[in-house]
C-alpha cells in the first residue's frame, strides 16, 4: 500500500462508476453499526450520483426461569424469549466534488434515506415478564424510517482508480412503528391480538457516517 502511495494518481475519467464499502460510526455512541455498500456514478468530473444499502440484525435471546419449593431459581422450569430486529436502508443523493488535487477529492454530499425492517419474537413456556409452564406465543412488528444526511468528505487515490475515505456530517432519522399481531397458544386455545401503531421517533445530530471507506473507481 505505501509503495502505490508514491505513484498515486488522479482517477481515469473515463472511468464514471466506483463501487465502495464502509463502516458507520454512531457519534453519541461511540459504537460501529453495520458496513455500508455504495455505488456512485460520475456524470461530471466534479458531480456524483450515488445510491447505497445498509442492513444491521440483531438475535437476543433471554432465560426465564421458575422457582422450587425453596423459591430458588430452578433450569427445570424454564422459558426462552427469542427476539430478533432487522433493519435496512437505502439512501439516494449525490456528491459534489470540489477542485482536485494530485490525490484527494473534497466533496459535499446529500442523501435521502429509506429505511424498512421488522421485530419478531417468541415465546416458550414465557408470558413477556416471566417462566409461564405451557404458553407460547409469536409477536411480530413492521418498522419503516425516514432520514436525511449531508456533510462532505474526501477520496484519497493511493492507487489509480483506489480510494480510501471518511465523511463527517449531520443525519436526521425518524423510525415508526407500523404495529403488527401478537399469537398466543395455551394449551390447545390459540388467540390473534393486532397490534396498533406505537408511535415514532426522530433524532438529529452529528455523525460520521462511513468513518472508514474502501473503493474502487471502474
Not at 423459591?71 to 443523493?93: C, F, H, P, R
Not at 405451557?134 to 480510494?163: P, Q, W
Request: charged share 15%; net charge negative.
Amino acid at each position: 500500500m505505501f509503495c502505490f502511495a508514491a505513484n498515486a494518481q488522479r482517477p481515469v475519467d473515463a472511468n464514471p462508476f466506483s463501487l465502495e464499502g464502509g463502516l458507520s460510526l454512531n457519534a453519541g455512541t461511540s459504537t460501529f453499526s453495520a458496513p455500508e455498500l455504495r455505488l456512485r456514478y460520475f456524470a461530471a468530473d466534479n458531480i456524483a450520483g450515488r445510491i447505497g444499502i445498509m442492513y444491521n440484525s440483531t438475535n437476543e435471546v433471554m432465560n426465564a426461569y421458575g422457582f422450587d419449593a425453596d423459591l430458588n431459581e430452578t433450569a427445570d422450569s424454564l422459558g426462552v424469549q427469542t427476539i430478533k430486529n432487522s433493519m435496512m436502508w437505502i439512501s439516494v443523493g449525490g456528491s459534489y466534488h470540489f477542485s482536485q488535487l494530485e490525490k484527494l477529492s473534497p466533496y459535499g454530499f446529500l442523501d435521502v434515506m429509506i429505511g424498512s425492517g421488522s421485530s419478531n419474537e417468541t415465546w416458550a413456556d414465557f408470558d413477556g415478564s416471566g417462566y409461564a409452564d405451557g404458553i407460547s406465543a409469536e409477536v411480530s412488528t413492521k418498522t419503516s424510517g425516514l432520514g436525511v444526511r449531508f456533510g462532505g468528505g474526501f477520496d484519497y487515490y493511493f492507487a489509480e482508480n483506489v480510494f480510501i475515505g471518511a465523511e463527517v456530517g449531520f443525519m436526521f432519522m425518524s423510525e415508526t412503528d407500523k404495529g403488527g399481531e401478537v399469537v398466543v397458544t395455551s394449551g390447545t386455545t390459540t388467540t390473534t391480538t393486532t397490534l396498533l401503531s406505537q408511535g415514532s421517533m426522530g433524532s438529529f445530530g452529528n455523525s460520521a457516517t462511513a468513518a472508514v471507506r474502501l473503493g474502487w473507481r471502474f
